[in-house]
């Protein structure tokens, strides 16, 4: 959620307007998870078939198919262990996050850009409260914007960001033409998709498969490596990693919007754009998802495990992270987020440019200022 959040912040207004348009269309099944910080959990949640997930609006969705691709399978193997059958052969692509990841890419790449034949005629949605705030913000900057900034889709103007080249009106979502490509369903899955994986892949845990005389199939990306946090919190190194060290641990249904908004604000602060700007260089950046997950696993591996050795560690005793490792782990996540932040911006801003322009952008006042133009 804090990468979304760093990830909005570095968006056009057009973008976010476009993005929180297709997330709004899911609002009836998924109304906590309709903006793109919140969509951010949706590809954890749905593994969910009951408690300790709390706060589900409708029914658990219990849908595990991609549970187990949330990471890349590099291998990490210390001690030597020898890997058999499918594990001699990873990292595997198909198994992976980056396969999803590219999949998603190039669906959303192959959108068709107009709202025609896109809703649910027998269920229309309403603009979600998010859309609103969007668009008011971007009404505001249309009316303050003096006319030698360009317009709403101009490189010129820093609020709003260039739709794709040929693009004009978007047809009206009365059903006639020939269809185009993209539904609400695939929309849906591959932007929830790629705003999650994105982030998950700056995690190290995300990145590594560990072996050893203990875990000779793996040690499933740290989670079968039992811990004991700095709070008395039992837990499992991977999930220690994903809260940054026992950093975060609040639950993302209790998670106000404005302190969400304020630790975002917070890691920028500390971790501006840059300060990483020599890692946002095209090799880092989508759709160069592999690259990414190498980077985050050859910095990262080494602190993950620093502490554990894996000649040795059994599951019997858990690890207890010690004060400076935890200081680390800490410092070390909040970099990562804020580089995933920056770069999951860029992402949603380049696929920005392949989705449609919501019918709430085509008002009279915009059409008449001339502003919302390819």
Known sequence: MLIASIARSNLSLLAQAKIDYILGLWQGQYPRQATIEHAAVWLDSINAKGPPFADVTNRYDFLEI???????????????????????????????????????????????????????????????????????ALSLAVILAPASAGTVNSSHSPSVEK????????????????????????LNFYLRMLIHLLGDIHQPLHTTLAFSPAFPDGDRFG????????????????????????????????????????????????????????????????????????????????????????HTFTPQFPYVPSGPYTRDVRQFSRSQIALAGYRLGHALEEI?????????????????????NA
Not at 89 to 118: N, Q
């Open 66 to 136: 991609f549970r187990f691709m949330h990471g890349v399978n590099i291998p990490y193997n210390p001690a030597g262990v020898q890997l058999e059958g499918l594990n001699a052969f990873l990292p595997i692509y198909e198994r992976s996050a980056d396969f999803l990841l590219d999949m998603a890419w190039k669906g959303l790449s192959a959108t068709t850009p107009t709202t025609a034949k896109l809703e649910d005629t027998y269920c229309k949605v309403p603009p979600s409260a998010s859309l609103r705030k969007t668009v008011s």
């Open 163 to 186: 739709a794709s080249e040929g693009v004009h009106v978007a047809e009206s979502n009365d059903g006639r033409g020939p269809a185009g490509v993209g539904s609400v369903l695939s």
């Open 223 to 310: 989670s079968k490596i039992p811990v004991i946090g700095p709070k008395g919190r039992a837990t499992n190194l991977h999930s220690f990693w994903d809260a940054a060290g026992d950093l975060y641990t609040k639950r993302a249904v209790d998670i106000r919007d404005e302190e969400l908004l304020e630790e975002a604000e917070s890691i920028m602060r500390e971790f501006p754009k840059a300060s990483v700007v020599s890692r946002l260089t095209p090799e880092y950046l989508a759709p160069n998802f592999r690259s990414m997950a190498e980077e985050t696993n050859k910095l990262g591996v080494a602190l993950a495990y620093r502490e554990v050795d894996l």
């Open 352 to 372: 920005s440019a392949f989705l449609p322009v919501p019918d709430i952008l085509h008002s009279t006042s915009f059409q008449s200022a001339g502003r919302v």
